[in-house]
């Protein structure tokens, strides 16, 4: 009988131990699997908070719905009755000059044809005309892992990239253009400029796939993300959940892996997958041939910060879902999501409930982290002064600070990530590394990392 124990139960060890256990079953296997976590509950970055009548979640509030991953999964854990869809309306930029619609008919403020670039309201008539030569310039030398900023840059022009591309793609994607790869963020872009000479051709020839995305684009559950994590801890039944247990140290015991934790006890597996975020894992493999690879994987910090008002969600403008921030501005938050608007669930009274995010790579946020709460609520509500022009006291609030947790993928961040594995393999041969920091930041991409790496490990112990 192979043991495997899988340490970290968010979402990532969670699909992990969903799909081996489902492999098991369907392969008679025998497999006795083992999931520790060091909190009292499981989630990880997924927590929803009721108060209420408010509903807020202190990581994320939604998954990417088209990604393959995620819809069978739904299925699998009968929860299709309980999906929710975000509400649609105008996406802003908030600028000196206030809040801007963030044209229509782009993607992630990229224009998808000549009409949506010469819309804009942020934009020069200098920087439009300077858009235009992404129809006359050819590409010589980018691919997948140039970097996204140089790539727009190139093509679009700086103003236009400063202006209205960049404030949504680093408010999605926490980072700084030029340090992000297209690979990491929107790896069709260098294809359709190779395949119609043009990004804003290639994103008009595929406009349907794009505004049919647009409905419809995110999903969340009818009490929050909360109901994903219970179900899949409630259909775990053939699984040892250990929670409340932090694994002290890891050492080889023969053919086996030896997890001591923290109480004393010891859990010893065949297999050990670590899910944790990748300082955690560095720190608890210490091993030193892994270290110029973890060293080169980074994480960023945010707070979010939860204001829930006692009127109605009607005063915010209509048809908006909330405003990205562009730099440079008298607001101190880097985003704020309207989320009675954009998530009616969460508020079932119709109440105002709004979101701001102050990010680590904002210039402010050193002096951020150490206010305490009720300094960051004082300043929260000051951008919602200047933002909104509302001046009224919460009813409900939920600080959450995500302290170095947030993975940010760099430009070298491939590379560590394979040599890492490689060299891991011949270190710890019984040990494998899987989620946000290595293999993809949204809950879909870790769904697929956790589904895939279940399904590799199953074809490893069969072989045997």
């Known amino acids: 009988m192979k043991k495997v124990a899988v340490i970290g139960g968010g979402i990532t060890g969670l699909s992990v131990m969903h799909y081996l256990q489902q492999l098991n079953k369907e392969k008679n296997l025998g497999l006795e699997l083992t999931l520790i976590e060091k909190d009292a509950e499981l989630g990880g970055k997924i927590r929803t908070v009721r108060d209420g009548e ?3 979640e202190t990581g994320a509030d939604s998954i990417v719905a088209r990604h393959a991953s995620v819809w069978p999964l739904v299925e699998e854990l009968g929860l299709v009755d309980r999906v929710v869809y975000n509400g649609t309306g105008i996406s802003y930029l908030y600028t000196d000059s206030g809040l801007h619609p963030i044209p229509k008919d782009t993607v992630f403020g990229i224009p998808m044809s000549e009409e949506a670039l010469f819309s804009s309201t942020l934009i020069s008539e200098e920087g439009k005309q300077e858009a235009l030569k992404d129809f006359e310039t050819k590409n010589g030398h980018f691919t997948r892992d140039s970097s996204i900023g140089e790539f727009l840059e190139r093509f679009l022009g700086k103003e236009l990239v400063e202006k209205q591309i960049g404030p949504v793609l680093s408010g999605v994607y926490s980072g700084k253009l030029h340090d992000l790869t ?4 929107l790896p ?8 119609y000479g043009s990004i804003i051709k290639g994103l008009e020839a595929n ?6 995305a647009a409905n419809k684009k995110f999903l969340s559950f009818d009490e929050g993300m909360a109901v994903l994590i219970d179900r899949l801890e409630e259909t775990l039944e053939d699984a040892i959940i250990l929670k409340g247990a932090e694994v002290a140290s890891l050492g080889k015991n023969g053919e086996l892996v030896t997890l001591s934790l923290a109480d004393g006890r010891a859990v010893d597996a065949d297999y050990v997958i670590i899910t944790t975020p990748h300082h955690l894992a560095q720190q608890l493999l210490d091993v030193k041939e892994l270290e110029p690879e973890f060293n080169q994987l980074h994480n960023s910090s945010l707070i979010s910060i939860y204001l829930g008002f006692d009127v109605p969600d009607a005063q915010l403008p209509a048809d908006g879902t909330g ?10 938050c880097n985003a704020c999501t309207w989320t009675s608007r954009k998530w009616t669930h969460t508020s079932t009274g119709g109440k105002l409930l709004v979101r701001l995010f102050y990010k680590s790579s904002n210039p402010g946020f050193d002096e951020l982290k150490n206010m305490t709460e009720q300094q960051l609520v004082a300043v929260a509500l000051e951008d919602i002064r200047k933002s909104l022009k509302l ?3 919460p009813v ?15 430009m070298n961040h491939k590379a560590a990530v394979e040599s890492l594995e490689r060299k891991l393999v011949e270190q710890l041969p019984g040990v494998r590394l899987a989620g946000a920091s290595y293999h993809g930041v949204g809950i879909g991409a870790c769904i697929q990392n956790g589904k895939e790496l279940a399904e590799t490990l199953v074809v490893e112990i069969e072989r045997e």
């Open 323 to 332: 405003f990205i921030v562009s730099e440079n501005t008298d607001l101190r």
């Open 54 to 56: 408010f509903i807020m």
């Open 391 to 393: 001046e009224v006291e």
């Open 182 to 185: 297209l690979a990491s963020t």
């Open 207 to 212: 406009k349907t796939k794009f505004q049919g």
């Open 396 to 410: 409900t609030l939920e600080v959450t600070g995500w302290n170095g947790n947030m993975p940010n993928y760099n």
């Open 188 to 195: 069709y872009l260098v294809d359709y400029k190779n395949e």
